[in-house]
């Protein structure tokens, strides 16, 4: 890998991070609120709506001038949603802006790779990029959970600057402050990133010309029987983790009676693994083998449900390190294949634009249903066994289609770097 590479996995890490410790520092805020227990899931849900929403549009924007650039300018849009919570902004619609600024930065940090780098180091890539995403994740929860701490609130409180007055006062106030810091490291990086060169035919600016073209692009990927397989599984898989996110808070709050501070640790247990997956997927599957995983879909909703077996703290390490690993293992791969694809049949913007519209319009579903769940106050076991069941269905019928792919056309064989589908064969 280019140097290039390690300054956008630094951008990518601080930026990361802050978003992870600032959705924790939020629900804290919804808790010190009085909120009710059903709107904390919808702060995620609040997240990605803007990758639903302008799915059609920040593709056709990453795709308009160097993709560092539009990683800069999205990080300021993220820090901007992080400062509205110091003007008491309610958590909901600042992290919603936070979301907003996501929502551009991904196709420009996924984009950025097809440009970079040629399609036999994607898997090693995007294992590079999951598996620090995941550490950022990590560090990210692990850190919000710290900063919502009283004892390391009030030291934070209590560290003056001289002569200087702050105005920071309270718990949520001193928590911000510090992630404004790491959101402020991304930017820097971001003015590190090189210009790949690479460039497009200028953009559309007519909004519905920019929906019929985002429409095609994603008539062509759901078409192509390569694209529609890793399309569905990245689909699911981003989906569910964003789920199992709250799912393990409180998971961890009922059955290990965890506060908020030390549940936010087993979700960064759970990223490890997802981690470690990641990095052993790197090594040791080519993108010609990354339809071979899907299996250890089905596995990871399987062992899910084994969460509701587990009430000591020394159990569920291991557990969600396994659940973990089991999910980057088979995602890294189907992502690079996805991204293979959709480099092939557009440009690298609107084909990320593509992946994040399914893979978010997912997330906000199983958000939406979640929501509503514990509204109707389910028990979180029978929540974990609906879940489980549903992922390992659904990998199950992935898998199927995948089957009747292979059985209808004989053709499909090893992905080949320039050739059409037509001559590709798995």
Not at 105 to 117: C, D, H, N, Q
Request: net charge positive; charged share 10%.
């Amino acid at each position: 890998m280019n140097r290039g590479f390690y300054t956008i996995m630094a951008a990518q890490f601080f930026s990361s991070l802050a978003d992870n410790a600032l959705l924790i520092v939020a629900i804290a805020v919804l808790t010190l609120m009085n909120a009710p227990e059903w709107m904390t899931p919808l702060l995620k849900l609040f997240f990605v709506l803007s990758y639903v929403v302008l799915a059609a549009f920040v593709g056709a924007f990453a795709d308009s001038m160097p993709k560092g650039r539009v990683m800069l300018v999205t990080n300021l849009v993220k820090i901007f949603g992080c400062g509205l919570m110091f003007v008491n902004v309610h958590p909901l619609v600042a992290y919603g802006v936070v979301g907003l600024g996501a929502a551009a930065y991904s196709p420009a940090k996924y984009g950025i790779l097809t440009e970079l780098l040629p399609p036999e180091k994607l898997v090693a890539a995007n294992g590079w990029i999951e598996g620090l995403t995941v550490s950022s994740i990590i560090l990210g929860t692990v850190l919000g959970g710290a900063l919502v701490n009283p004892h390391v609130s009030s030291y934070l409180l209590a560290f003056d600057f001289p002569f200087i007055s702050t105005g920071i006062d309270t718990l949520a106030e001193s928590a911000l402050a510090v992630i404004m810091v790491f959101y402020l490291a991304a930017s820097l990086f971001n003015f590190r990133i090189p210009d790949t060169g690479a460039r497009y035919k200028a953009q559309q600016r007519n909004p519905i010309r920019l929906l019929s073209d985002f429409s095609t692009c994603c008539t062509t990927l759901w078409k192509d029987r390569l694209g529609q397989i890793s399309l569905a599984v990245t689909t699911l898989f981003w989906g569910a983790g964003a789920t199992l996110q709250f799912i393990v808070l409180k998971w961890a709050e009922h059955s290990l009676n965890m506060p908020l501070d030390k549940a936010a640790t087993m979700q960064g247990v759970f990223a490890g693994g997802v981690a470690v997956g990641a990095v052993a997927a790197a090594r040791f599957v080519p993108l010609k083998k990354s339809l071979s995983v899907m299996p250890l879909g089905v596995a990871m909703g399987i062992t899910v449900m084994t969460m509701t077996l587990v009430q000591s703290v020394w159990l569920a390490y291991p557990l969600l390190i396994l659940v973990g690993a089991l999910a980057g293992y088979f995602v890294v791969p189907m992502n690079a294949l996805l991204q293979h694809r959709g480099h092939i049949l557009m440009s690298a913007g609107h084909s990320i634009a593509v992946q994040n519209f399914n893979e978010n319009l997912s997330v906000l579903s199983m958000l939406i249903l979640y929501a509503l769940m514990i509204k109707a106050n389910f028990n979180i076991n029978v929540v974990i066994i609906l879940f489980g069941s549903f992922v390992a269905s659904i990998m199950l019928m992935i898998m199927r289609r995948h089957a009747a792919n292979q059985r209808e056309h004989d053709s499909l064989a090893l992905i080949g770097e320039h050739k059409p589908l037509g001559e590709e064969s798995h």
